[in-house]
DNA sequence: ACTTTATGTCAGTATTGTTGACATTCCAAG
DNA sequence: CTTGGAATGTCAACAATACTGACATAAAGT
């Protein structure tokens, strides 16, 4: 008697891909993709003031636009501290804008200028042509296991956090 | 007439993977990913007086016994100054052995003291654990497309560097 | 009125990266 | 054997990004 069901879950066996080679080359693999993956928007912010953080700041903020400052740390995980320096450089820089919020005044509602645009645009699409090449070159099936992987190795309280950005 | 070869490369059509959208839920999946990824060592790195960059030397040098310090150099992508202060503070700390090379007696080899080995094993258990779980509960067909995905990310030049680490 | 929340800011410090300069050691070519 | 260059180590200065702790303000909630 056999198992008909060979796509859904393993039940005990067939578990040889989880040997610690394997899990040691995706570790590896990690590494050196994140590398590869923020290689492109570095050498772009290297023309201007602006580092890693800022990206960071610029992209989230282009996401879910008005966000709020508590979103955006929550996101990021950063300190306040941390993320208000680079905050203060792209609203001064007048990359973004802050508002009073509507409803709590107490809130910013943070929102991308034109030139806050322009740049996310850039830093996105630097990024997109690698992932566009690496998605298409590995096929659909096994951009769906990308994704699968990488979703179960988010921390469960990220994962919560971050839902909003899908909807 | 159909074509048979469903798992080869896309040939003009269905392509609709690679919309804008997808390739910015993958880039959102690399951040929040990685995040999580280095999240355990990083916590068990607190533990001590070192960080993220002492966990990537003692990783290689565990992977590749009597590396020399240019192939470190190239494999983490930093300068050597950069380097040789997390080495130094390894080898004051007996965590790395710094032998004179046998053949070219200007290169250093590089090894693990066991008290580097115990450190070694402690961040890549934690960082196996994430792993493992996060490649069982996706599956091993899921673990080939992000394996395939990934090193399509990697840059070209640095494939070459990191072959060696494979054999 | 009092407390809590959201935000901003200042000061100090740690980690990790960078350049530039210089010294030492040692292989290899002339 | 001398010279050139490669590999390594070290010093100093600096930049980006993170942290903690403390304090201030404004507005919301009780």
């Keep these: 008697m056999q198992d008909?069901?060979?796509t859904s879950g393993n039940h005990g066996e067939d578990l040889l891909f989880l040997t610690d080679d394997n899990l040691l080359q995706g570790i590896e693999l990690m590494f050196f993709a994140y590398k590869g993956f923020t290689s492109d928007p570095d050498r772009i912010l290297q023309n201007y003031t602006y580092g890693r953080?800022?990206?960071r700041a610029v992209h989230f903020i282009n996401r879910k636009r008005g966000i709020t400052v508590n979103n955006l740390l929550d996101i990021l995980g950063v300190t306040k501290q941390s993320l208000n320096r680079v905050l203060r450089q792209l609203v001064d820089d007048g990359l973004v804008e802050s508002r009073v919020g509507t409803?709590?005044?107490r809130q910013r509602n943070l929102y991308l200028t034109q030139k806050g645009k322009d740049l996310?645009?850039?830093l996105s699409d630097a990024q997109r042509v690698r992932m566009r090449a690496a998605f298409r070159d590995a096929g659909p099936d096994a951009v769906r296991g990308f994704r699968a992987v990488l979703e179960n190795m988010?921390?469960?309280e990220m994962r919560k956090r971050v839902?909003?950005?899908k909807g």
């Design 103 to 105: 409803n709590d005044r």
């Design 53 to 55: 953080a800022h990206h």
């Design 163 to 165: 839902q909003g950005l």
């Design 4 to 6: 008909g069901n060979v």
């Design 120 to 122: 996310e645009q850039e």
């Design 154 to 156: 988010i921390d469960p």
